[in-house]
């Protein structure tokens, strides 16, 4: 399967009284860019992320949206919602991120990316857009956008393609993580048929299921 990379977006520093750092500052009002932007395990290099506790780090080194779920918001909103208004790295075309499975790869550029789990919403987002009950509706919506690990460093920019290279067997997509932590206990189980997916998560499905370990 092959989609395009419509936009690489990098961050500008916001200072704002719904910031999440303790700080004030968010890297949350992302923007694209022209020319070939580094991707590296820790992270975008030129990006700037404020509140490390939950961002960053190599099991969210990179995000992605795909511009047909922003233009759902678009339109459901009645405003443009041009690439990076998600906060995202990657803005994407004709790619299903929602349906991505855990794990699978995709070859952008010279990189190689992994897919590890979706977005959880924060009142941070909500105060970018000026929406109260954003994390409800996001929660709602459940197409939340997929992190990414970087399996080999390397550099992408708009225009090139996405290919989905490898996508294991056991079938567990970003969407299904999202609805099984946000709502739908009963897909919990489900989750730990995915290897690939972070520690950090997997931790958590097991405690909720009452698995030892």
């Not at 080194?61 to 690439?83: C, I, K, N």
């Not at 550099?155 to 999202?178: C, I, K, L, S, Y």
Request: net charge negative.
């Amino acid at each position: 399967m092959t989609g395009t990379l419509v936009a690489v977006n990098l961050a500008v520093v916001t200072e704002a009284a719904w910031a999440g750092d303790a700080s004030g500052r968010t890297g949350i009002d992302k923007r694209p860019v022209g020319g070939r932007v580094a991707l590296h395990t820790e992270g975008v290099i030129g990006d700037f992320i404020g509140e490390r506790a939950h961002h960053g780090g190599p099991e969210q080194a990179v995000y992605a949206y795909a511009e047909e779920d922003a233009a759902w918001w678009s339109a459901d909103l009645g405003r443009d919602l041009t690439p990076g208004c998600f906060g995202e790295n990657l803005t994407t075309s004709s790619v299903d991120v929602t349906g991505a499975v855990i794990g699978e790869q995709w070859l952008i550029g010279s990189a190689l990316l992994q897919v590890t789990k979706p977005r959880t919403p924060c009142r941070t987002f909500a105060g970018f857009w000026g929406v109260p009950d954003l994390i409800k509706r996001f929660t709602a919506r459940a197409t939340p956008g997929a992190y990414l690990r970087v399996l080999r460093e390397g550099e992408v920019g708009a225009g090139d393609p996405v290919q989905v290279v490898a996508r294991p067997d056991h079938g567990v997509t970003v969407g299904e993580v999202f609805r099984a932590v946000s709502g739908e206990p009963e897909l919990l189980p489900r989750l730990l048929d995915a290897p690939e997916l972070p520690e950090s998560v997997a931790a958590k499905v097991r405690r909720r299921l009452g698995h030892p370990g």
